[in-house]
């Protein structure tokens, strides 16, 4: 089966700048995860769907970052304006359903604000 | 609040050496606990769950609730085992919470 696809891998932006990601998960995975990884740190959850509904979105900055899944399917992270602390790998990952443990994820997007 | 610690950042042994990768968690309640890793231009992904018991690759981790710990362990080290070894628990409705992540290096 194809992974859970993302895009772009690389993106380099000015702060204040606006930026999203998009990501397909794994074709019938009803949950999908987005999380931030900095430099030197373990992945911190940003956001999770169940279908199009968030069931979790507590460590969203959300005076900057927005996301969406409106059918249920792809989903896109927003940063709007980017600051130099948001540089770091985006991750997005998908499972089958909220109750499946394994989390299947994407290659990352590598974001540097300057 | 819950929290996965993984005391290092670099850990390096030689080829054939036994392996120890070092988690420690706090958490109120029961907790599930798994190791994903990360080989080189490749995703993050699953090794093992400690609810399997099983060994994947050849590691195995035990779950010590009195130490609050799930150490990753092989008892022979092999080159392709180089990777970044991370620590998760889930907590709530399948939120994984990750630890800093170990880089273990395979010496030849």
């Known amino acids: 089966e194809a992974g859970v696809a993302q895009s772009p891998r690389y993106k380099i932006i000015e702060k204040r700048q606006s930026v999203a990601f998009w990501c397909n998960p794994i074709s019938g995975h009803a949950t999908l995860y987005w999380y931030q990884q900095i430099l030197g740190q373990g992945p911190k959850l940003l956001i999770q769907f169940q279908n199009n509904g968030v069931v979790d979105d507590s460590q969203l900055p959300k005076d900057r970052f927005s996301a969406e899944r409106l059918k249920g399917v792809d989903s896109t992270l927003k940063i709007q304006p980017a600051k130099l602390e948001d540089s770091a790998v985006y991750l997005c990952?998908?499972?089958?359903?909220?109750?499946?443990?394994?989390?299947?994820f994407g290659p990352g997007t590598r974001l540097t604000v300057t | 609040a819950q929290r996965v610690t993984q005391p290092e950042k670099l850990l390096s042994v030689f080829k054939g050496a036994p392996v120890e990768l070092k988690c420690n968690y706090s958490y109120s309640g029961s907790p599930e606990l798994f190791w994903y890793v990360q080989y080189s231009r490749q995703r993050l992904q699953l090794l093992l769950r400690h609810i399997s018991r099983e060994s994947i690759k050849g590691f195995t981790a035990d779950l010590n609730k009195g130490e609050t710990s799930f150490h990753l362990k092989k008892p022979f080290a092999q080159e392709e085992d180089s990777a970044m070894y991370y620590c998760a628990l889930i907590q709530g409705a399948q939120k994984l919470v990750f630890g800093q992540g170990t880089r273990l290096t395979i010496n030849p």
């Open positions: 990952a998908s499972s089958f359903r909220l109750s499946s443990y394994e989390q299947y």
